[in-house]
């Protein structure tokens, strides 16, 4: 029996009872259980009383007038009979207020639930636009490896290997140069390491002079363009003091060189 009072607590049922919202089957077994038994009927007067404390917390006041004119109106009546029983709030008043009280915190819940939905949905639109960004940018670098390939690969396009003397054994660098499409592009193989204050630089052979086409970086191992020279007859690289840029190439500072097979 005890097992089957302590499943009846358990059931939910005398709160729907108070609420009204029982089936007759289930209002007839509460109303049963609440005159047999006295645990049952004193969690009944509990949840009533909880009930009704809600109630009356999220009560709102009366205008004045109204309380005056029902005062008038007791008093132009005559009292018939004094009930002294307790008085207890409607039911249908409790669970009004009650309802409101579910509805304010399901609202408040669902309010939150959302605003995080919202900041996760931003989190994943932030990342897919870099994720985005980061495509393109890799795009748009294998299409520049692409247009190299192909410029490699292109028949016209000569290879040159520059290889150093005995001041720079280790050296090795390939000079591709193309004179129908008036490109030349050069990639660091290999640098020997220098002292901080010099630097390598790359030379064309022009008939009368030398023109410098840039400083070589042996951390730069991509393939990159040098300017194009027009009737050029080779290529030379040489050491120079770093953060100056050498208007001339002496044959002391020369470490690699090769002759162009076609001027260009």
């Given at each position: ?37 006295s ?41 018939i ?21 579910m ?12 605003s995080d ?8 639109v932030d ?30 396009t ?44 790359i030379?064309?052979?022009?008939q ?30 040489t050491?120079?003091?770093k ?18 097979k076609?001027?260009y």
């Amino acid at each position: 029996m005890e097992k089957k009072l302590h499943s009846f607590l358990q059931s939910g049922l005398i709160d729907k009872y108070i609420l009204g919202t029982t089936t007759p089957n289930e209002t007839l077994e509460v109303e049963h259980y609440i005159s047999t038994y006295s645990e049952v009927k004193a969690e009944y007067n509990r949840l009533q009383d909880n009930l009704e404390i809600i109630a009356k917390a999220n009560a709102v006041e009366a205008p004045k007038f109204v309380l005056d004119a029902i005062l008038n109106d007791i008093n132009d009546k005559p009292v018939i009979a004094l009930n002294t029983r307790k008085q207890h709030t409607p039911w249908y008043s409790i669970a009004a207020s009650f309802a409101a009280i579910m509805f304010a915190v399901t609202a408040f819940l669902l309010y939150q639930k959302n605003s995080d939905l919202i900041r996760e949905n931003n989190v994943v639109v932030d990342e897919l636009f870099d994720l985005r960004s980061d495509i393109e940018n890799n795009n748009n670098k294998l299409d520049n490896v692409m247009r190299q390939l192909m410029k490699l690969n292109n028949p016209e396009t000569e290879k040159y290997v520059l290889r150093g003397n005995d001041r720079a054994k280790d050296l090795k660098t390939v000079a591709y140069i193309n004179s129908v499409d008036k490109t030349s592009m050069i990639d660091v193989v290999s640098l020997p390491k220098l002292p901080k204050e010099q630097q390598y630089q790359i030379w064309a052979e022009l008939q009368d002079r030398m023109v410098n086409l840039g400083i070589l970086d042996a951390n730069d191992r991509r393939l990159k363009s040098i300017p194009y020279m027009e009737n050029a007859l080779g290529l030379s690289i040489t050491i120079e003091p770093k953060n100056k840029v050498s208007e001339r190439a002496t044959a002391e500072n020369e470490v690699a060189e090769i002759t162009l097979k076609n001027k260009y």
